[in-house]
């Protein structure tokens, strides 16, 4: 374990329990450079501990690299909670996990994330002030899915523009797979901009609504990899370009919301050979947070204008991304990360003079 600590150079890593709540939860604290450690809060079955361990610290640095990217000035953390999120949650386990996060004092701050709700975070919010997403009424940004699709969205017009020398989607074809809260945002920003939209989900009720509502055209789950598209929105699960889908792939482009598109990192190198251009999924998908974490700024509160003006930066940040690839012969995803980690780099020369 300290040998993978060492390696991609984490800071802290605590693991939480409390006998009488059931509580088990592991907090990962990555990097402190720019600022406090903002991450989610997952709750997920894991088979092992060592499962939980892993998925917590790998999630911390993703959220290290998302911030520098996005030229915020936070650290990355993440907390995983090992239980059931349909079965094993109460009150008093949240609170539990508030009180842990209360002791770290401000060095990591919390948030929603796979498993868990609003009704979870506000009540770890009476445990602890250090949590970003609370709802409106309490100063927080509320609803942040729709924010994450504008970013997605400028993801998508940057990579066509990169492709197509123009930011025009109109007569695009755009497959988005998943319509929940990213995806079902996403729908109504390229029909605004004219771009043919083919949907997929698994969810045949969301499938229906908006097949319904916006008149489009449905392709089964299974047939999403080899359906010829210009633009491929993953915005469902990770890991949808592995070894099984990356031959069938009849896209230009791949720009989506969902973490962790690629499998592995070879993927990236495949489909740069393949010539299909590919948004790296933490510089797209990083609306959302942006929006969410704006209060955390200097001036302490939430602005939604000065919150949206930053989250429309998206669009700047992925086309800094494929110039550094372009000019280093390198993947976007290479791009993205030697981008991150050159801004905290250079803020961790300039702390140790
Ligand atoms: P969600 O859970 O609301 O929607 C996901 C949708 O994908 C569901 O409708 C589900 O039925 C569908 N789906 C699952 N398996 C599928 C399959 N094999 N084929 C087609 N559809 C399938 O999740 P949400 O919030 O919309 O997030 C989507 C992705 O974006 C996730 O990977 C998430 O990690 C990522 N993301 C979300 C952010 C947010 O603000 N909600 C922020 C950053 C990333």
């Keep these: 374990l300290f040998d993978y600590l060492e390696k991609y150079d984490y800071e802290n890593l605590f693991i939480c329990q409390e006998k009488e709540t059931g509580l088990k939860a592991v907090i990962a604290i990555h990097d402190t450079t720019l600022g406090p450690a903002v991450g989610g809060c997952r709750m997920w079955i894991y088979d092992h501990e060592d499962d939980a361990i892993e998925d917590a610290l790998r999630l911390a640095r993703g959220m290290t690299y998302k911030y520098a990217a996005a030229g915020i000035n936070l650290g990355g953390g993440k907390t995983v909670i090992i ?6 949650k109460t009150e008093a386990l949240f609170r539990a996990l508030g009180r842990f996060i209360n002791r770290l004092g401000g060095r990591y701050i919390t948030g929603a994330d796979v498993g868990t709700t609003m009704q979870d975070m506000e009540y770890i919010r009476t445990e602890t002030p250090h949590i970003v997403t609370v709802p409106e009424s309490y100063g927080g940004a509320g609803d942040i899915a729709p924010y994450t699709a504008l970013g997605t969205f400028q993801g998508i017009k940057a990579s066509a523009n990169e492709i197509y020398g123009s930011d025009s ?6 497959l988005v797979q998943g319509l929940g809260k990213v995806g079902g945002n996403l729908i109504k920003l390229l029909t605004d901009a004219k771009a043919k939209i083919l949907i997929a989900d698994t969810d045949e009720r969301l499938v229906a609504k908006y097949r319904d509502e916006y008149k489009l055209q449905v392709i089964q789950p299974e047939l999403v990899y080899e359906t010829e598209c210009d633009i491929f929105a993953p915005c469902a699960l990770g890991a949808t370009v592995n070894d099984q889908t990356i031959d069938k792939l009849k896209c230009t482009i791949i ?28 510089i797209v998908n990083a609306g959302g947070t942006i929006f969410d974490t704006d209060r955390l700024g200097v001036s302490g509160v939430h602005n939604k204008e000065r919150a949206v003006q930053n989250v429309l930066k998206v669009y700047d940040t992925t086309k800094t991304v494929f110039k550094i690839a372009k000019e280093k012969n390198i993947t976007p995803m290479d791009a993205a990360d030697l981008y991150a980690k050159k801004r905290i780099d250079e803020l961790k020369k300039l702390r140790n003079i």
């Excluded at 239980?83 to 094993?88: L, R, S």
């Excluded at 720009?255 to 999924?281: M, S, V, W, Y």
């Design 83 to 88: 239980g059931n999120p349909y079965k094993d």
């Design 169 to 174: 989607l109109e007569g695009k074809t755009v």
């Design 255 to 282: 720009a989506g919301a969902a973490n962790n598109t690629l499998k592995e990192e070879r993927h990236g190198e495949i489909l740069k050979q393949k010539g299909i251009l590919f948004a790296p999924d933490y």
